[in-house]
DNA sequence: TTAAACTTTCAAAATATTTTGAAAGTTAGA
DNA sequence: TCTAACTTTCAAAATATTTTGAAAGTTTAA
């Protein structure tokens, strides 16, 4: 396999992917470019290489800041900014874990524990206490798993990792 | 908070959070129905509750029966087909889980596998092999464990989660 | 200040996904 | 067999999301 050959692949399906577990197209393309590039890129590059707009690259850049996987990086006696994407593979993982639990796990351990709180005495009051309170208990363990996970050193991530798998 | 209210937040919620996860709000919606449902519903009360179309709660449902989620249930004196969801949390759990490793992290398992095997001498393609020879393996190790957790008996992860929460 | 160089915004257009519903297909029992 | 009861399909319509690009906003250096 030839290296254009290969970092389209790498764009195209990390793009692909990207809209199965709700990030959109673009983000994920850049991402995919910035993780290959030796160098930083501007904005200028990204619309390039990606043949996108200046509106689209820079919101998803953005986006891409925020998650925390991209950074700035001035380069001297230029008045552009550059982008780099965080490289270590586990760091990547810890971050996509952190934002997914903030935005998606989070908000369903709120609900289920809201939800399980509801009162009355029929059949169907009790199926749904009884079916949300098992559901909080399993969230609510995932959550706190995903929050210790953002939060943790790479290598310690690395060891409970092996530690499940053996 | 009243039941149906209740009902209502947790239909909303949980066909929200499903869109950002990549499976749709249909999808979701009926899934909830059908947890908090303590008896198994034809696909006209799905239709009727929800106020969806035929054939999107028939695709729904099927999709549903797809994943696991949920079984074809037979009432006698009735040629109807009844459905009812898994209740148990890790269950669902677990067959999210193991739907989401086939679909999602596999692929990318397979991609960097490929990827990492390109040639050259070139910056670019050492920056690439680098890169991706680190993807792979992380994903690997995650693509392990959601294997494991996929075919796990629930006991043998409610264990595992614990030991990692503690 | 000023103006060039750059970044951000956002309404409209393009694209992608989901939903509908009627028609086609299937099945069970008379 | 026939037909009523039910399920599935799929092209068209509706809806939702993403992308564009020009205009507005900001910053830097002279």
Chains 1, 2 share one sequence.
């Not at 692909?16 to 590039?37: D, E, K």
């Not at 200046?54 to 953005?62: D, H, Q, S, T, V």
């Not at 008045?79 to 989070?106: M, N, Y």
Request: proline letters at 2%; hydrophobic letters at 40%; zero cysteines.
């Amino acid at each position: 396999m030839q290296y254009e050959e290969a970092k389209d692949e790498f764009i195209q399906t990390w793009g692909n992917l990207a809209t199965q577990w709700g990030i959109n197209r673009t983000m994920a393309q850049i991402h995919a470019l910035l993780l290959l590039s030796p160098e930083a890129l501007s904005t200028d590059d990204v619309m390039e290489e990606l043949q996108i707009s200046r509106g689209n690259a820079n919101m998803n850049i953005r986006a891409l800041i925020d998650w925390a996987l991209v950074q700035k990086v001035y380069v001297k006696g230029d008045r552009k900014e550059f982008f780099i994407a965080i490289k270590d593979s586990f760091t990547v993982a810890r971050r996509i874990a952190k934002e997914r639990q903030r935005r998606e796990v989070s908000p369903v351990v709120a609900m289920f524990d809201e939800l399980s709180k509801v009162e009355g005495s029929g059949a169907k009051e009790q199926e749904l206490r009884k079916v949300t309170l098992d559901m909080l208990q399993m969230t609510k363990q995932i959550n706190d798993i995903l929050s210790k996970f953002g939060d943790s050193e790479p290598s310690w991530w690395k060891k409970k990792l092996i530690s499940l798998i053996s």
